[in-house]
């Protein structure tokens, strides 16, 4: 790396002589898809484009601070081991390792990164490059925690769904695979895959799983026939991917099937009717559309304008983009023209619909050409499947590892998050944090009283009031029952602090409205104060705990700052 070197932004600038390849070195630099950074003395002294662009900082936020600010506190010791380990031998490199980086926005990031020991000024410093996999970590989280409901998904969706071990034998089997090839529940488990494939398509289904193991490349669609247990003959749609162990060995496959007998059916009776072939369009269940060229309207059937929310005379002679949510259109327009150039059908990809009324939704497409009858290109068709409520419901069960069912706030896991983005915060612009346990005195009297529906409902409502009386920058968490956990940013003396938990007891002043009821609900709050009762969360939390349970014991309708006398009932 040239020893003029300078952090504006990432550009390679000179100071003294410039040697004529530098403009190309800032180019590569600049223009590689990773982070590139140098570090001495454990301080930024350069950052490239990339590493800008995918934190939020600019090199001003970055440079002359320690690399160390800018890593979740539970990796930093991970993080100091590897470069010291790289900094031993001039030329070394440590092999790829993960950790989490705080972003310019308070979030975090899993990143992999690669470093390398370098001379730099005559000194030793570190050469690192590191990549976004913060999508991947968060996959891997939801896979590990909702892998039993993911399970179920695939129990109950109606395409087939099995893998195989690398012999070809069923694994795991759905319902709809039995239900389609007409098995018993668990008459497939253990059989091999030829048991459903006929003899003279076996060959050709083989090359198919040997060219997925060789390549590592999924096989996103082809069509071949199945045999039934009674003997009948379907079609089916496959597509079907490597399943790797924790260590990236192949030990299997996966695929999903759907039937398309009814398709190919379809498919031959268009070629003796155009009519017949209109009418059955106009009455199945997917949209169709056909565009000509340059991909204007020319049919729709009904489903295609039911998911459109348009009629007949908002779509012909309109170009598709009209419909495709703008940032999707180019990736549309890739799989149309590959069509085109290939002549081979794309049996499918996603994108984001823009309907008429403003709304968007999901649509899974396949696309083929249009051929007239000399065999030249003249258009595209394409069949179309709203997923929207499939894409919802994955939302949600991302959703649901982070925040509480009843009440929509941060649950335990989210909140212990959010302290050490708040914690990195603090240290940043030398401020502290506060730390408030919360609990409703007599809860137990509304659920004896008048129901848990009505006490479910109250602590709905007490969250959005929470919500309401605190600032955006402060977390609400429930942690379970009538117990609440609140963060709160930018304090600067405990009154800061006291001032919020006022605030929060005058607000339980105004009654509580649930089922005709007026309920006067009163609270008990225990607060602590970040760095001075202590830097762990779970430290800050007991000690605002027996503060709040003083306050209770007071009589509640008060908060509690935590004391001497709270830290002996601790200790008893």
Not at 37 to 62: C, I, M, P, W
Not at 372 to 378: C, M
Request: charged letters at 30%; proline letters at 2%; one cysteine or more.
């Amino acid at each position: 790396m040239p020893d003029q070197l300078q952090s504006s932004g990432g550009a390679v600038q000179g100071t003294d002589h410039i040697p004529d390849l530098s403009y190309l070195v800032e180019a590569l630099i600049n223009n590689v898809g990773s982070g590139i950074y140098l570090a001495q003395d454990r301080k930024f002294v350069f950052v490239n484009h990339f590493l800008e662009e995918l934190s939020g900082y600019t090199a001003t936020d970055l440079i002359g601070y320690n690399t160390l600010d800018f890593v979740h506190p539970d990796d930093k010791e991970n993080v100091l081991t590897r470069a010291v380990e790289a900094l031993k031998d001039r030329g070394s490199t440590v092999p790829s390792y993960e950790y989490r980086f705080i972003k310019k926005n308070g979030e975090t990031m899993w990143v992999v990164e690669r470093i390398s020991s370098i001379e730099y000024r005559g000194r030793r410093a570190v050469l690192g490059s590191l990549m976004d996999i913060n999508r991947r970590k968060l996959l891997e989280e939801e896979l590990v925690i909702y892998g039993e409901k993911y399970r179920n998904i695939l129990e109950r969706m109606q395409d087939s769904y099995y893998e195989l071990d690398l012999r070809g034998n069923f694994t795991f089997v759905n319902y709809a695979t039995c239900q389609n090839l007409g098995y018993e529940w668990g008459e497939l488990d253990g059989k091999n895959y030829r048991t459903i494939i006929p003899e003279e398509a076996q060959d050709e289904i083989f090359q198919v799983f040997h060219g997925i193991y060789e390549s590592g490349e999924p096989n996103k669609g082809f069509s071949h026939k199945v045999t039934r247990k009674d003997g009948s003959m379907i079609f089916v749609e496959s597509s079907v991917s490597l399943l790797l162990s924790d260590s990236g060995k192949p030990v299997g496959f996966n695929c999903v099937s759907r039937d398309v007998t009814e398709r190919k059916r379809l498919e031959e009776e268009l070629a003796r009717s155009e009519e017949k072939y209109r009418t059955i369009l106009s009455e199945i269940e997917d949209a169709y559309y056909e565009v000509d060229l340059k991909g204007n309207f020319t049919f729709a059937n009904d489903a295609c304008l039911r998911d459109l929310r348009c009629l007949k005379d908002d779509v012909l002679g309109v170009n598709f983009r009209r419909f495709v949510v703008k940032e999707d259109v180019a990736d549309v327009v890739n799989n149309f023209n590959q069509v085109y150039r290939t002549g081979e059908a794309n049996r499918g990809f996603s994108h984001r619909v823009l309907r008429k009324d403003g709304t968007t939704g999901y649509a899974e497409a396949s696309v083929s050409l249009i051929r007239n009858k000399q065999g030249e290109a003249i258009g595209f068709r394409s069949v179309s499947r709203d997923v929207t409520e499939r894409k919802k419901l994955e939302q949600k069960l991302a959703e649901m590892a982070t925040h509480d069912f009843l009440t929509g706030l941060p649950n335990r896991i989210l909140l212990n998050d959010r302290f050490y983005v708040a914690v990195a915060h603090a240290h940043r612009n030398d401020s502290k944090l506060a730390v408030m346990s919360l609990d409703i005195d007599n809860f137990k009297i509304v659920n004896d009283t008048l129901g848990h529906s009505a006490g479910d409902e109250l602590l709905r409502m007490v969250a959005i009031r929470l919500s309401y009386t605190l600032r955006t920058s402060d977390t609400v968490a429930r942690i379970g029952g009538d117990e609440f956990v609140l963060l709160l940013q930018d304090i600067h003396d405990l009154e800061d602090a006291i001032s919020i938990a006022e605030k929060i007891v005058d607000s339980f002043k105004i009654p509580f409205v649930i089922e005709g009821h007026y309920l006067n609900i009163t609270t008990s709050i225990g607060l602590v104060i970040y760095p001075d009762e202590g830097r762990d969360l779970d430290i800050l939390m007991r000690k605002s705990d027996a503060a709040m349970y003083h306050s209770k014991k007071e009589g509640g309708n008060r908060y509690k700052v935590f004391s001497d006398s709270d830290q002996q009932e601790l200790k008893d």
